[in-house]
């Protein structure tokens, strides 16, 4: 973590010290603040978003953990919990396949961090909720299905 | 704007367990307002960094596929009770909150 970072994220002008930082060329456009680009959130397919992500191709593996509900009575919060036991996690993904941006969260872990990340997320409709894991420069996935009664985002 | 973030951090092993409760309306854009039937404009929380006693741990890109008022749960290996955990978060307005909290 660099010095200028850090003035970055304290700068009480928000997204116009960013814009500043950027324009002036002292951090990178496609990675202002984090690992994954923002094009890969908007992706509207899970290919697309791997993509996006430079992160095709995946390999399936076993040492990937989701904990999530079978059945999400409401949409608009489903608990996903991912372990990833993979030594060297470095990245946790987390995508909802059929969302219309199935690209939800993604996690760069650092220092000590472990490779596991709770969060809640949205779905808006039954689909597999997918966790993508970067460690030592290679992606694995595993992916879990959730049945969701209500979907969370539309109106 | 910027409502208060919560933190709890407690030490189970050498690993210190992180829960984060961040208040934000996390807005997709594509929810419809039931009463006008206008698009509610996106509002949600881009991006989410924490450190530990000034040291990086997690950075997080986030979108509105994230739940209302987001949680955030992560481990972190190596800390003690008594260190700092500070959490930033930035949002697509450009509106951010910051929090600390001590692992105990």
Same mark, same amino acid.
């Given at each position: 973590?660099?010095?200028?970072?850090?003035?970055?994220?304290?700068?009480? /002008?928000?997204?116009?010290?960013?814009?500043? %930082?950027?324009?002036?060329?002292?951090?990178?456009?496609?990675?202002?603040?984090?690992?994954?680009?923002? #094009?890969? @959130?908007?992706? *509207?397919?899970?290919?697309?978003?791997? *993509?996006?992500?430079? /992160?095709?191709?995946?390999?399936?593996?076993?040492?990937?953990?989701? *904990?999530?509900?079978?059945? %999400?009575?409401?949409?608009?919060?489903?608990?996903?919990?991912?372990?990833?036991?993979?030594?060297?996690?470095?990245?946790?993904?987390?995508?909802?396949?059929?969302?219309?941006?199935?690209?939800?969260?993604? @996690? #760069?872990?650092?220092?000590? %961090?472990?490779?596991?990340?709770?969060?809640?997320?949205?779905?808006?409709?039954?689909?597999?909720?997918?966790?993508?894991?970067?460690?030592?420069?290679?992606?694995?996935?595993?992916?879990?299905?959730?049945?969701?009664?209500?979907?969370?985002?539309?109106? | &704007?910027?409502?208060? &973030? =919560?933190? =709890?951090? $407690? &030490?189970?092993?050498?690993?210190?367990?992180?829960?984060?409760? &961040?208040?934000?309306?996390?807005?997709?854009?594509? =929810?419809?307002? +039931?009463?006008?039937?206008?698009?509610?404009?996106?509002?949600?929380? $881009?991006?989410? $960094?924490?450190?530990?006693?000034?040291?990086?741990?997690?950075?997080?890109?986030?979108?509105?596929?994230?739940?209302?008022?987001?949680?955030?749960?992560?481990?972190?290996?190596?800390?003690?009770?008594?260190?700092?955990?500070?959490?930033?978060? $930035?949002?697509?307005?450009?509106?951010?909150?910051?929090?600390? +909290?001590?692992?105990?």
């Amino acid at each position: 973590m660099n010095a200028l970072r850090r003035n970055v994220l304290k700068g009480a /002008a928000g997204a116009g010290t960013v814009a500043v %930082a950027v324009a002036a060329g002292l951090l990178k456009p496609t990675q202002a603040l984090a690992g994954v680009p923002r #094009s890969a @959130f908007e992706a *509207k397919s899970v290919g697309d978003a791997l *993509k996006n992500m430079g /992160a095709s191709g995946p390999i399936d593996s076993k040492d990937i953990t989701i *904990k999530a509900p079978d059945i %999400a009575e409401n949409g608009a919060v489903v608990p996903v919990e991912v372990t990833s036991g993979i030594a060297g996690t470095s990245a946790i993904a987390i995508m909802a396949e059929k969302n219309a941006t199935p690209l939800v969260a993604d @996690f #760069s872990l650092k220092g000590g %961090a472990e490779g596991y990340i709770s969060t809640r997320i949205k779905m808006g409709q039954t689909s597999l909720v997918r966790a993508v894991v970067t460690a030592g420069g290679k992606t694995y996935t595993a992916a879990k299905e959730v049945k969701v009664t209500i979907g969370g985002c539309g109106g | &704007m910027a409502e208060p &973030m =919560r933190i =709890r951090a $407690t &030490m189970a092993g050498d690993v210190a367990d992180v829960k984060v409760l &961040m208040n934000h309306p996390m807005e997709t854009g594509l =929810r419809k307002d +039931a009463k006008t039937g206008q698009l509610v404009p996106a509002h949600y929380i $881009t991006d989410v $960094t924490a450190t530990v006693n000034g040291a990086s741990v997690l950075e997080a890109g986030l979108s509105g596929g994230i739940s209302k008022n987001p949680y955030l749960g992560f481990k972190v290996k190596g800390p003690k009770a008594g260190d700092k955990v500070v959490v930033n978060w $930035t949002d697509n307005k450009g509106d951010k909150n910051s929090a600390e +909290a001590t692992i105990g």
